[in-house]
């Protein structure tokens, strides 16, 4: 069974910095893409980034270019965010996901990520 379990999230003033990560409990982690994606309230389900399964390749989505790092640790199961230079429009809850398929190389569409985590809640003060 699959489990992802983000972690990290909370409150930051405007500016600030938050270190998102995802545990993986999933059979050949280091076989599966992995992306970022963000929720707000009122708004579509927006992708953040994506990294492949060996962690030379990331994407980013354009509104957090050059803020934020996504990186993963196959030895350790995890995934994380690095996100920088925080801004209001940042907030959101953001969720970890895996691509439904091995080798298969992660793209920005939600629909091609099988497996969700529960979430977690990030947001940046003005």
């Known amino acids: 069974q699959v489990q992802l379990v983000e972690s990290g999230g909370g409150l930051v003033q405007a500016g600030g910095s938050l270190r998102l990560s995802c545990a993986a409990s999933?059979?050949?982690?280091?076989?599966?893409?992995m992306g970022w994606f963000r929720q707000a309230p009122g708004k579509e389900r927006e992708f953040v980034a994506a990294?492949?399964?060996?962690?030379?390749?990331?994407y980013y989505g354009d509104s957090v270019k050059g803020r934020f790092t996504i990186s993963r640790d196959n030895t350790k199961n995890t995934m994380h965010l690095q996100m920088n230079s925080l801004k209001p429009e940042d907030t959101a809850i953001y969720y970890c996901?895996?691509?439904?398929?091995?080798?298969?190389?992660?793209?920005?569409?939600?629909?091609?990520?099988?497996?969700w985590g529960q979430g977690t809640q990030v947001t940046a003060s003005s």
């Open positions: 999933i059979r050949a982690f280091s076989s599966y893409g």
């Open positions: 996901a895996a691509v439904g398929k091995l080798f298969a190389t992660p793209g920005r569409g939600a629909d091609e990520y099988a497996y």
């Open positions: 990294i492949d399964w060996t962690g030379g390749s990331t």
